[in-house]
């Protein structure tokens, strides 16, 4: 089973250069599904379920997403109503939508699963024990989950907790690209970060001028998604068709030149 995940889509651009991007990698990689983390898809922060549909019809399958799930309410009812798209696993059981998905791949069944960091972030349920309720209640061996968090030791120390059962975490969030991508010594694939789907010349895909101005005075400034030269990060994950575990991990990057 070879799945095909796209980072963090940022904004317009992100969908731009994604938009670019997928026939290609369709054509060249041969994944069986495709999956992104989409929960900046829409002005940079959020989705709606209008960008949503957009990429479903490039083709990607299934959205996992993060801490900005919650900024763009017009998604509420779809997180309810669509089995595609899932929030953090470790967010309140009150809170709209679920945190896994199950997708039917080359007669199996893939079980997705989102899960937010706590180090430097929002208020979450413990990740570790959550996967382990998930897990207990699972049917299949094939299971991808991605881990939205801040600290890299905290992402780290996950994937080594689920090693041997979970088939692949990959890490979303910081969207810069991690080189340490491998396969842990009970068939886990694991990388820190996949990156980003955005901005090339940017600020994790925001306008850099407020965004360095943030940084030199202290003060608030509203930074909007970056326009300009696009790049386009993501993993490719093989997995055994039988026992789920990893068998490839590979990192993807494309970038557009200006214009491009």
Not at 45 to 56: F, N, P, Q, R, S
Not at 116 to 145: H, S, W
Not at 196 to 213: K, N, Q, V
Request: contains cysteine.
């Amino acid at each position: 089973m070879r799945i095909l995940f796209l980072a963090d889509i940022v904004g317009r651009t992100g969908r731009q250069a994604v938009a670019k991007t997928l026939p290609e990698w369709r054509e060249r990689y041969a994944p069986d599904i495709i999956l992104a983390n989409g929960e900046n898809a829409a002005g940079g922060k959020g989705i709606t379920a209008a960008v949503m549909h957009d990429l479903l019809a490039l083709g990607i399958a299934g959205f996992t997403t993060g801490n900005h799930i919650w900024d763009k309410n017009d998604i509420y009812p779809t997180l309810d109503a669509d089995p595609r798209i899932v929030r953090p696993a470790n967010y309140s059981p009150l809170a709209p939508g679920k945190g896994v998905a199950h997708f039917e791949v080359l007669d199996k069944t893939l079980a997705v699963i989102s899960l937010a960091g706590r180090i430097f972030m929002e208020n979450a349920d413990c990740p570790f024990r959550k996967f382990d309720e998930i897990y207990a209640q699972l049917q299949t061996p094939f299971v991808f989950v991605d881990f939205h968090g801040e600290a890299t030791s905290e992402k780290a120390c996950f994937a080594y907790y689920v090693d041997g059962r979970a088939s692949a975490v990959v890490g979303t969030h910081t969207h810069v690209q991690t080189a340490d991508e491998r396969i842990l010594p009970n068939g886990t694939a694991f990388i820190t970060d996949a990156g980003m789907c955005g901005a090339l010349h940017s600020s994790i895909g925001m306008e850099l001028e407020p965004s360095i101005r943030r940084f030199l005075t202290g003060m608030p400034a509203k930074s909007d998604v970056a326009k300009g030269a696009g790049v386009v990060c993501g993993v490719l994950i093989d997995l055994d068709r039988t026992t789920g575990k990893a068998l490839g991990i590979q990192r993807l990057q494309k970038r557009f030149t200006e214009g491009s």
